[in-house]
């Protein structure tokens, strides 16, 4: 069973751009979340995603946003980039909504210039 | 107070040596604990899933839950090269509740086995 595809894994930015990031999540998983992950503050989580729902949303501004697709493929897009949202966003995927086993893809590493 | 406290390390061991990695929370509301492998420039692989208090094996790794002290550990036995990474702990309340979803994670400890 193919693992969870992230596209682009590299994007280079520049202030005040924005940017949409992809992730297809395991064959049956219908539940997509999304972490930004920092060396200074780790992995934070971003949203979660269940039936084309955000069920859940961490304490990001809302520059950062996203959604699901019928067929549970996620999106993320960041807007007005700024310096600091250089980073590793990673998306996992589960199979929900009672099992939470979370399965990560190879991220997409971001740089904001 | 961070609620996922892990010592960053760096861990330097021989290979051979028993690992121990450990976490503490301070949110009663966690149920759900797991542990994570990530090599450089890699996405978290997950290792372990647990849930009630006890230990679980796998292989060469256990995980050992103590939720009336809110601790977490993983024990890596035989410790090889190849398991030189950083090593996660993640945390998630019951099912049903609104943050099921969120994961919450450790800092990551930095581990390095040396021949």
């Known amino acids: 069973k193919a693992g969870v595809t992230q596209t682009p894994r590299y994007l280079i930015k520049t202030r005040g751009q924005q940017v949409t990031l992809s992730c297809s999540p395991i064959s049956g998983h219908r539940s997509v979340s999304w972490y930004q992950q920092t060396p200074g503050q780790g992995l934070q989580f971003l949203f979660e995603y269940f039936s084309e729902t955000q069920r859940n949303k961490g304490n990001f501004p809302g520059r950062f946003s996203g959604r699901q697709f019928s067929n549970s493929r996620s999106e993320m897009n960041v807007s007005t980039l700024e310096l600091g949202d250089s980073a590793l966003y990673l998306c996992?995927?589960?199979?929900?909504?009672?099992?939470?086993?979370?399965?990560f893809g190879p991220g997409t590493r971001l740089t904001v210039l | 107070q961070k609620e996922v406290e892990q010592d960053p390390g760096p861990l330097s061991v021989p290979e051979g040596a028993i690992v121990s990695l450990n976490c503490t929370y301070s949110n009663s509301a966690f149920q759900y604990f797991m542990w994570y492998r990530q090599y450089s420039r890699k996405g978290p692989e997950l290792l372990m899933y647990?849930?009630?208090?006890g230990n679980k094996e796998d292989g060469r790794f256990t995980a050992q839950v103590d939720k009336s002290s809110k601790y977490i550990s993983l024990f890596i036995r035989d410790s090889q090269p190849s398991d030189s990474a950083t090593y996660l702990c993640a945390m998630s309340p019951n099912a049903g509740g609104t943050s099921y979803g969120k994961l919450t994670f450790g800092q990551g400890t930095i581990l390095t086995v040396h021949p």
């Open positions: 996992a995927s589960s199979p929900g909504p009672a099992n939470n086993e979370q399965f």
């Open positions: 647990t849930y009630s208090s």
